[in-house]
């Protein structure tokens, strides 16, 4: 749940030591009352209905989508494999006919001329990744994304922003709903639900008891949900919009987000049946194996409807230095966390650091600092200078992966 973790930093500026084993959040008995107290077999390369604990391949799945109008698969954003996910479904959904739609949590609803100018061919990928301030709506490496965008475009598929803007979400967890201005709230449904306690559980299971601390309690927590809830509303709010005015009974909503967002059908499923009378459809791809525990052999049935197997990646595809970072005023980015076993931690990045250069650029903002670091590969080094106090202390950093240490096959977790 690394997105869920980079979420409560971004919004409460907390410092997290790291989120709980993936497995307990794969086993949570709460969603579908149909599922959620049994378990679905996980299985490499196939695709598990978890209605009915089913094996599917790739071309098996439009037959189980025929009468879904929104389906929503998760990811983890450093993973290439979800990325592989997302564009399989969605070329499987094509070549079945259906017209597809695609939904996506990267940028806010106010982006969708650059993605309508993308869709119609009329912007080469410079241009487009330029002119949508990728590398600052997102920040992850573009080329996690690249295969997914070229089949849009290529295949003439309309992209749909559909998330809130960064700073209405903040404003709702600082604020509350009560505290917005007219037109923060002109951006977010009238109507988003927080009082689900399955999603709570959820929310607080993807942080480490020990070592999260929520300052003020309940009224944190609560104030945290309150801005997931908005995210996910939004979302669904914006996802479902144009198959309201779409007049194709095939079309379909395929929405490419943060796993996080769609677990248990408690964030953007739940939301959107507040105005959706169509059905709803989660894939969920899962590392077969987990990075403390081993083999993952199967879920809660109702972690998503369908879970797709994939293998275990060690680091991600693309470097990823690790370090959770605060906008400040002067729009200087400061060190909030180290991550470990990251190319951050051996570096000797310090929290309170703040990030001056890196490879002799200055780094002006988080736009810059993604677009650098996407220039680089695994086994490159990259030189940064933060002011550490009143000091400017150089920081060498060498991107090399770590592999994950696992118990000894005769020791129990």
Not at 194 to 200: N, R
Not at 244 to 273: F, N, S, T
Not at 274 to 298: L, N, T, Y
């Amino acid at each position: 749940m690394e997105g869920v973790k980079r979420l409560a930093l971004g919004l409460v500026a907390l410092v997290l030591a790291g989120p709980v084993l993936a497995e307990e959040l794969l086993r949570l008995p709460i969603g579908d009352p149909a599922r959620k107290d049994r378990e679905a077999p996980l299985v490499l390369d196939a695709i598990t209905d978890t209605a009915s604990g089913a094996l599917l391949t790739p071309a098996d799945l439009p037959a189980r989508l025929a009468d879904a109008r929104l389906v929503l698969v998760g990811e983890e954003h450093i993973g290439m494999d979800s990325h592989r996910v997302e564009r399989r479904v969605i070329e499987e959904l094509h070549r079945a006919g259906r017209r597809v739609l695609i939904g996506l949590e990267m940028y806010p609803y106010p982006e969708q001329h650059w993605l309508d100018d993308w869709s119609e061919g009329k912007l080469t990928e410079e241009a487009f990744l330029e002119g949508s301030r990728w590398y600052s709506n997102w920040g992850y490496n573009w080329l996690y994304y690249r295969d997914i965008f070229l089949f849009a475009r290529d295949n003439r598929l309309r992209m749909y922003a559909i998330n809130a803007p960064r700073e209405v979400v903040a404003a709702v967890r600082q604020k509350g709903f009560k505290g917005l201005t007219p037109d923060e709230a002109a951006h977010i449904p009238t109507e988003i639900d927080t009082k689900s306690a399955d999603h709570l559980r959820l929310f607080k299971a993807s942080f480490e008891d020990e070592s999260f601390h929520m300052g003020s309690g309940d009224a944190q927590w609560q104030a945290m949900l309150n801005a997931q809830c908005t995210w996910d509303a939004t979302m669904g709010w914006n996802a479902v919009a144009p198959l309201a005015k779409d007049a194709d009974p095939k079309a379909v909503m395929v929405v490419i987000v943060g796993a996080g967002h769609v677990q248990y059908g408690l964030g953007i499923e739940r939301q959107a049946r507040q105005w959706f009378r169509g059905r709803v459809a989660s894939v969920i791809p899962v590392e077969v194996d987990d990075k403390k525990k081993g083999p993952v052999k199967s879920v809660q049935a109702s972690y998503a409807n369908f879970v797709w197997g994939i293998p275990y990646e060690v680091g991600s595809l693309y470097p990823d230095l690790g370090l959770a970072l605060h906008v400040r005023g002067d729009k200087l980015l400061e060190v909030l966390d180290v991550e470990k076993d990251t190319p951050a931690a051996p570096a000797g990045f310090q929290v309170g650091d703040v990030l001056l250069t890196m490879d002799g650029v200055a780094v002006d903002g988080r736009e810059t600092l993604a677009r650098l670091v996407a220039g680089k590969r695994w086994g490159d080094a990259a030189a940064f200078t933060v002011r550490r106090g009143e000091a400017s202390v150089p920081v060498n950093v060498l991107l090399r992966r770590t592999v994950p240490e696992k118990p000894a096959a005769d020791q129990k977790p």
